[in-house]
């Protein structure tokens, strides 16, 4: 996907972007390829796929959500900062928390958010779960890219969301049984929205969700993580 067509993408999906946004992810992308040859962050590398498969992937959750408020978002598992860092280029009224396990990772966002003077973003070296246990009810927005398993994932992110927030994983294919599971139910959670596609040019598939919390999640959730392993809800 080279810029052009990054552009007139993002245009589909009603996202008007401007010459400092552009300059941004650009300076996001060289920071990206300059500190993967020691930190080894992701795979993809290449300019044109980088837009795709990064950039442009993370930004299809407007697909699904206006993020047009002054809300709070948690990116669980943020890895290189996708989604969270693209978003708060894009989309500079949020505040974001970037959490992740790696301080590599947690170093190189650091300087990333300095290199681009980022504000009203904080990030936390932290394990999901631990982190979900101290920061309850405390989120508008919680968003998690292929990260774990949805029963996983809905059971260290819905604890972290005021009631009535949003949970937006992002998905490649879901199962039947993956998406029925008892983790709704038990953790005051329903699906509101879904939304399956193919992304362009390679056709991967793509599953988003807009899950709301109904009520207050139980305190004995999340569990460990070893016990989330063992018996997932």
């Known amino acids: 996907m080279d810029l052009n067509e990054f552009i007139a993408s993002l ?5 008007q972007i401007d010459e400092k946004k552009l300059n941004q992810l650009h300076a996001y992308y060289e920071l990206l390829v300059e500190y993967n040859k020691v930190m080894n962050l ?10 795709l498969k990064h950039f442009y992937d993370s930004l299809t959750l407007a697909r699904i959500y206006s993020f047009d408020k002054d809300e709070s978002l948690c990116d669980v598992g943020t890895g290189a900062g996708f989604p969270g860092i693209v978003l708060k280029i894009l989309y500079p009224n949020l505040h974001i928390t970037l959490v992740d396990s790696l301080n590599k990772r947690i170093e190189f966002l650091k300087i990333v958010i300095e290199k681009l003077n980022l504000q009203k973003i904080e990030v936390v070296s932290a394990r999901a779960e631990e982190y979900a246990k101290s920061h309850r009810d405390q989120f508008d927005i919680v968003t998690a890219r292929a990260v774990a398993p949805l029963s996983t994932l809905l059971e260290y992110s819905i604890p972290m969301l005021k009631v009535g927030g949003y949970f937006l994983p992002m998905k490649g294919t879901v199962s039947f ?20 596609f193919l992304l362009p040019k390679e056709n991967s598939h793509r599953t988003l969700y807009v899950i709301l919390k109904k009520e207050k999640t139980p305190l004995k959730y999340p569990r460990k993580f070893s016990d989330m392993k063992k018996k997932p809800l």
């Open 11 to 15: 245009q589909e999906l009603n996202i």
């Open 177 to 196: 049984e993956e998406e029925n599971t008892q983790a709704f139910s038990l953790l005051n959670a329903q699906i509101e929205k879904k939304d399956c």
């Open 42 to 51: 992701t795979g993809i590398t290449e300019e044109k796929d980088v837009y």
